[in-house]
């Protein structure tokens, strides 16, 4: 696979302690992993601090790298109040700085995404962490969590629009196929 002229789409894990990062390359069928990582900001005191090394590492990884999209994991809901504001902050300045470089954004509920990559809604981090290194064929069980869940936030927006990625002959050819068979099994048709 030629790394400069794939198909690259970012995967954000945002959190306000630590965001993974990963951005996969595609290539019609054939998946890359390019770069994966996280951006740690725990001993940082300042939150503000925190929001601001965030914001300028993505828009550092979006320069050097020049993804095509951002994928990333939208809010989840839980009791702490003052987490979630912290968490949609980080998201918000991730978002922020693939907007400032004109990337298309996708948002993804975690459910989404952990059936997208193991087909269970309710898959523990280590099956997803499992299913990346599978997926990806990557020999590194070592990878961070928020690293790995950061690739599977990337692969659901592949997995949720891989039309884009299929040469459009074979597309055309699938959509014939497609055609064929409503067109020879009008019974299983279903009318409103």
Not at 121 to 124: C, D, E, P, T
Not at 129 to 132: D, K, L
């Given at each position: 696979m030629n790394l400069n002229n794939c198909y690259k789409i970012l995967g954000i894990d945002p959190g306000s302690n630590i965001t993974g990062y990963a951005i996969i390359g595609v290539d019609g069928y054939e998946l890359s992993l390019i770069d994966i990582g996280c951006i740690n900001v725990?001993?940082?005191n300042d939150h503000f601090e925190r929001i601001k090394i965030i914001h300028s590492t993505v828009k550092e990884l979006i320069n050097h790298q020049r993804p095509n999209v951002l994928s990333i994991e939208g809010p989840y809901y839980?009791?702490?109040v003052q987490s979630m504001l912290k968490l949609g902050r980080a998201q918000g300045v991730v978002i922020a700085a693939a907007l400032e470089f004109g990337i298309d954004v996708y948002e993804?509920?975690?459910r989404r995404v952990k059936i997208s990559v193991t087909g269970n809604?309710?898959?523990?981090k280590e099956q997803v962490?499992?299913?990346?290194n599978n997926i990806l064929q990557?020999?590194?069980d070592s990878l961070p969590f928020d690293a790995t869940d950061a690739a599977a936030i990337a692969l659901c927006y592949y997995y949720s629009d891989y039309s884009n990625f299929i040469p459009k002959e074979e597309l055309h050819t699938s959509k014939n196929k497609w055609l064929k068979f409503v067109k020879e099994n009008p019974d299983r048709i279903i009318q409103k």
């Open positions: 725990k001993k940082v839980g009791q702490n993804y509920a975690p809604g309710r898959a523990s962490a499992g299913m990346i990557l020999q590194d």
